[in-house]
């Protein structure tokens, strides 16, 4: 197997840095964004010169500015930081296909297979901070290692702005001095447990047989293990995007009747929106597609300029653009079909709570039950009117005649 090559990006301080090239007048002062002073909430990022006031992502907004009163604070807009992220990526994915978008400012690039392309691997490194500053405006952080977690932790050492490589080799010379708390396997519980043996750095964990590791912590015991000497064989989670995500089933026998036409129309707009929270996608573009009696088929498209991932936002559109079909029609239909597509990828954040996060919240709370129950246990008052057309499983749903297109 040849070496590996791993290069972790990640954007320094991201909100605060986009919130600086959208008002450059915020240059060198300490920005806070998150929030305002007195609101409810923490810090989502913290500008280096805010970091220097002992503010950091996470913290209430109220000691933040206890910490830091000349902070200038900001509530942040999630959707300009997304179209950043989306730039950000998209630089990245020229750069290399093996690309793991790890969150909205943050990738692993795999260059094992494209070495031949650069001088050097380091280079090549180098070569995409550079491409990133230039076509984002922004700085970032760069580490290369032989692995995701090596190179995670040079990018920690780069920090702000720099380029840091672990080589083969080194790893040791490297982790030794590194407080425990740095390896993604040693959580909270993890730190007060080994804090009170009196192993505070890597280099003491080495003492540690693994067997201990493992009686203490389990399963994350061996990964603690694994961690602590620089060892991880994950390969890159990436994932191309799809062109499109569609939905259209034919009737049993041609349909005229609107409401259950629509109840059609909601049924597919649900399993198509279940498919893409399980991708992580939102679509820019929806389309609706009739076919009528006379194998004619007529679409309307409309495109958003917020990407949609909601079930009720996609039906709401699906429904107009049905009715701009059909409201003209003289005849029956034989299928229905709903599409979306320019899709993209995005990644909720934690800390930051961002305007659109309830109706995904409420979609995941539904795959979670629909998990458990099945599809077809939880269902809109409109998709139920099928009970009169088709058999229901519970497990599956409906039994549509186009079942293969509606899974
Ligand atoms: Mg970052």
Sequence with gaps: MPRRYIVHVDIDAFFAAVEVLLDPSLQGKPVIVGGLPHERGVASTCSYEARKFGVHSGMPLRKCYQLCPEGVFVRGNYQVYQAFSERFFRVLHAATPDTEEASLDEAYLELTRCGHIYPSFPAAARDIKRQVEREIGVTVSVGAAPNKILAKLATRRAKPAGFFEIREGEEETYLRGLGIEALPGIGPKAQVVL????????????????????????????????????????????????????????????????????????????????????????????????????????????LVLSPLQDMGKIYKIAEELFLELFSGSRLALRLVGVKVSDLVRVRPLSLFEPYSERPERLGRALDQVRDKYGFGSVLTAREKMLDAVYAFEPRRGYVLKTASLTK
């Design 195 to 302: 804090r009170l043996m009196n192993i505070h750095k890597i280099g003491e964990l080495w003492e540690l047989p693994r067997t201990t590791l493992h009686t203490l912590f389990g399963q994350g015991g061996d990964d603690i293990y694994l961690q602590s000497r620089g060892i991880d064989s994950r390969p890159l989670v990436t994932r191309t995007l799809p062109k499109s995500v569609s939905r259209e089933t034919t009737f049993l026998e041609d349909l005229w009747d609107r409401r259950l036409l629509l109840a059609h129309l909601a049924y597919l707009c649900d399993r198509l929106t279940l498919a893409l929270r399980e991708d992580r996608l939102y679509a820019h573009v929806i389309e609706v597609k009739a076919r009528y009696a006379d194998f004619k088929t007529e679409i309307k498209r409309r």
